[in-house]
Structure formats: structure tokens, C-alpha cells
């Protein structure tokens, strides 16, 4: 298992599958199964049952997880896909930056 590029609130571009090309933010990063949940992709039907009284049950429309390497990180500053780069500071933190541009990524 190696280190997910993604983290929860990066901004994402899909690059394969169906929803190619659609912008959105990471809800949630699961790296032990190498997927992520961007908000407003991947869109699959849910039927629910109502579990109380006086609830409706239904068919719903939620965003379901898709695989990490169907996504790559938009840069804020350049505003391009960008790979993610890791550099070691002399304090010994590990910041990501963008290797189009060099900004550096929250952490």
C-alpha cells in the first residue's frame, strides 16, 4: 500500500471514465482502498427504505467513490492538473507542491 496523492479538500479533475473532464472537491479519502469521494461525480442511485414513521423511502441520487488514479489534483494558483511532488524541509516536514508551478499544498 503506498501513500494516497489525495487528501479530504483538494480540488480534483477527473481524467477517465464517464464523468471526465467534471471539476469537484474531495469529500473523503479511503487510502486503504485507494479510492476517493469528489463531490458532484459519480453519481449512483441508492433505493432506501423508510426506517421510522412518518418517513418516505425512495430512490436517491448519491456520489459514490471512484478510484485515485481517475483523478488528478488542480493546482489553485496555475490552475492546471498537476502531479503532486513531495520535498523534505530542513525541519524535517514533508510539504506537497505543484510541479508546474511550485506552490506548496496545505497539509
Do not use: W
Not at 421510522?52 to 467513490?65: C, H, L, N, S
Not at 494558483?77 to 530542513?90: G, N, P
Request: aromatic fraction near 4%.
Amino acid at each position: 500500500m503506498s501513500k494516497m496523492h489525495l487528501r479530504a479538500g483538494d480540488n480534483v479533475v477527473v481524467i477517465s471514465g464517464k464523468d471526465r473532464g467534471k471539476k469537484g472537491k474531495v469529500l473523503m479519502a479511503y487510502p486503504k482502498t485507494g479510492r476517493v469521494l469528489v463531490e458532484g461525480v459519480a453519481f449512483a442511485t441508492k433505493h432506501t427504505k423508510p426506517k421510522q414513521m412518518g418517513q418516505t423511502g425512495g430512490i436517491v441520487k448519491q456520489e459514490a467513490a471512484i478510484d485515485a488514479s481517475n483523478v488528478m489534483h488542480v493546482c489553485g494558483k496555475c490552475h492546471k492538473a498537476t502531479r503532486i511532488a513531495r520535498k523534505v524541509l530542513e525541519d524535517g516536514s514533508t510539504v506537497r507542491y505543484c510541479k508546474k508551478c511550485g506552490e506548496v499544498f496545505s497539509n
